[in-house]
Nanobody, 124 residues
Framework: QVQLVESGGGLVQAGDSLRLSCAAS????????MGWFRQAPGKDRELVAA????????YYADSVKGRFTISRDNTKNTVYLQISSLKPEDTAVYYC?????????????????WGQGTQVTVSS
């Protein structure tokens, strides 16, 4: 079992930066790959970034490449999502999720554990 708690969301202006955090507890965090997803109203949940167990391999959706950076600190059981140059279309609830595979996967069905989400709202 893994419990995940996101934080760091809020109301920001276009062009601002934000860092989301996801604190994990309950199991061997370092053995899981992690993903950040987002879901905007009326849209499907989408994977925006993922990271392998060690942090050596990362994935980014095309829509966020160059603006989002995923990282993890296994000593703190935390995964981060640094977001820069925020756009109104980044407005969504952001979720972190854990996958038992040590290497990231893009299939949302592979992510077994989810946080409650944190709202990011970007005003123009």
């Amino acid at each position: 079992q893994v419990q995940l708690v996101e934080s760091g969301g809020g109301l920001v202006q276009a062009g601002d930066s934000l860092r989301l955090s996801c604190a994990a507890s309950g199991s061997t965090f370092s053995s899981y790959s992690m993903g950040w997803f987002r879901q905007a109203p009326g849209k499907d949940r989408e994977l925006v970034a993922a990271i392998s167990w060690s942090g050596s391999s990362t994935y980014y959706a095309d829509s966020v490449k160059g603006r989002f950076t995923i990282s993890r600190d296994n000593t703190k059981n935390t995964v981060y999502l640094q977001i820069s140059s925020l756009k109104p279309e980044d407005t969504a609830v952001y979720y972190c999720a854990a996958d038992r595979s040590p290497w990231w996967r893009t299939d949302v069905r592979m992510y077994e554990y989810w946080g409650q989400g944190t709202q990011v709202t970007v005003s123009s």
